[in-house]
């Protein structure tokens, strides 16, 4: 039985961690299955995951083949049955879109061939420029309904619970990202007819004909206004199209799960990836969020899973992953975890150009962040890679193959496709054994945080439709997509730098409790609902406290003057200075602020500030643009200028809001990343992410007092570690302390990952540890000092007996 509960992943009533790895059994041949699982079992995984695409397995209509009668590599069931045999358990990913660089993105040749009204139009009624088509079309559903009776039986007989090892279900893939990353909404008739229906379902009469100056009853002249919207209701439409859509790709998922359900899938959790990164940054990713999240919390037994394509994780961008694992959560229904459905891994070097190259440490980093904010599945994509075969029947486009990305596919992934390892695949397997060595206590584990939470507003992100003729839209896009970066890269950066452990709260569309959230870092734009607004005053005056960076709201949404919120914090907007060519807006600090250096800056909003306390002013005014204010119970600190990510001013302005930083070190070159989880047992593990290329000296401390007895620790450049605080193994062993990280347990003995040159590792139990030249033993007041004789950066290993 697999249970979604407590933001655990339970198999039989157990809490577990699914760490997984893609592999096409489609791209391999027969006799390379087994290799590729004992590569993927020797680096610590417990799961395969896999698209199974109906392009491969229904090339023509009718003509199916999912047990390899034509081709042997298309034996589906054999794959998941040699998978359940190797003790892994497996995903399946179905489709009927899989993307993995297929031709048309998965989709038969066949169904656009048989049903050319799917082909979606756009802005301006131009033709899209992708392979999407509209999910809801009566005749697609028809035929993806074929295709999951199909396939759907197969996977029911195989499911976990039934005797197999199939423990998810995944729901099509990267649903609404094609029309997003072209800016493309599907506007066909049939879309723009149901999208009218909502819109009289959401508004009264009086209402429509003053948001919009067309008949909704002409589809003609409603179609031909909606595809070329005027600008006297642009920002409206942007708004109504993103809720409607939303909604759509809820109903397509919901569909989708019923056609599951109708063949045979039930118990197991259906799955719904989310995309956005980009670049190497997660900027964008929220978008995803954004137009998915209605689609995963309509109803239990949903797990949404990320999409990770991050590169090096550095100081550039790791607070872009822990502030999107945060947003995830936000929105997530109580009892769903975190997971990852494309964990990307290996060498980055995509186009065979060596161009682009990670660092080994990309996926341990990224792992070791993912496992420390609750991710409880967590699939390597890809894997390994293989081989497009050619179809058997010529599409004429140049190689005739299942995708367009050459004969070979995914020479990127840590298992080449001729099965060779690279040099990113040991640090992924050590990463992975560590991880499994501890599974039993990470998969019940939290994190722990301090007293602030980061706050999330679906709609900032609601910005993947925008008409390219329209100012309106462009500037409220634009508005909230430069507000969401300067939160992240400044207020986000320098909080993790200080030492701040935060989840993220959906200030939208959640209830918002000063005595579950004290404070709110809230990245703001010029343009907020009236709602939000106004639940975040009165969130204040019942005594919660806000941090808000970037700029106070003067318009809701669709850009109608909207300022309850400066009014809750009794000041006067007065405009606003930027910096220009000649014009080098700089800042002084003012208040407990000062004193600090003059800064430049390139924005910044100015106010009256009333009865607030100034804290920043544009240098040759004295116009105020930063200040704290309070209002009712509770107080603002309000950044409305672009800033540099100052640590000590963002401590200081938490500190002074009631939210200290509890778990910090004293290393004075940054560049640590740090959290702690925990169970109900009391058990703890310390993150360490040394993002820098050189090593670091540092101690820690909780709430002001020295933890592993006040040593000093060494982290090793682009290294991490996972160290345990009271942690109990098997044998009646505890480990109370240790510098080094677990790497196995058994009845009678410990391996650790050494990490300093001399390890100190302090166990609780009335065993006897039995002596070794490894280390020495040094023991009283009931504990077993373990003091290790070898160096870690020449034998990283140490096996402690016990008897």
Known sequence: MIEIRNKQIRIDGKPVLIMAGEVHYFRLEKRDWQDRLDKLKAAGMNAVASYIPWLCHEPQEGALDLDGTVRSELDVGGFIDLCRENGLYFIARPGPFIMAEMKNEGIPYWVCEKHPELAPVTWDGRPVSTSTIDYMAPSFLEQTRKWYAAVMPLLAARLHGRGGNVIGVQLDNEIGMLSWVSNSPDLTDGVLDDFAGWLKREYDAETLERRYPFSLARPEGRNLAIRKPQESYAAELRCDLGYYMRGRFARYV?????YAEEFGVTGVPFLVNIHGTGHGRGLTYPIGISQLYEAYTQAPGYLSGSDLYFGDLTMDNFQDLYIINGFMDAVHLPDQPLASLEFNCGDGNFGETYG???????????????????????????FCGGRNYRLDWSPGDGNDRIAFTGERHGFAAPVDPEGRLNYTYPRMARVNRTVMAAADKLAAMEEERDAVAFAFIPDYYMTEYSYPGSERMRRIAGNLEANRVGAWEIMGRAMLLAGYRFGAVDVQNRPLDPQETPVIALPSAAYMHERVQRKLADYMRAGGNILLYGEVPLYDMEGRPCSLLAEALGVRPLGSRSGGERYYLSLCADGWAAPRPEVRSHYAQLFDAGD????????GTDEVCAFEASAGRGKAIVFAHAYRCDIALFRTALERLGAPASLVHDCPDHGIFMTSTANREGERFIHLLNLDGFDKQFCLYERGTKLLDGRRIELAAKEGVMLPLNVACRGGVKVVHATAEIARMSADSLTFR??????????????????????????GGGMQRIVSRKNAKADDRLTVHFR
Do not use: W
């Open 612 to 619: 607030a306390v100034p804290l920043m002013r544009v240098y």
């Open 754 to 779: 050494l990490t300093q040159a001399e390890d100190v590792i302090v166990l609780e139990t009335a065993r006897t540890v039995i002596s070794d030249a490894d280390y020495i033993v040094e023991s």
């Open 356 to 382: 682009g190259r990670t660092d080994p440490s990309a996926i341990d980093f990224k792992t070791r962040m993912c496992i420390a904010q609750g991710n409880r599945l967590i699939n390597f994509y890809l």
């Open 254 to 258: 919901a569909e989708l799960r019923r």
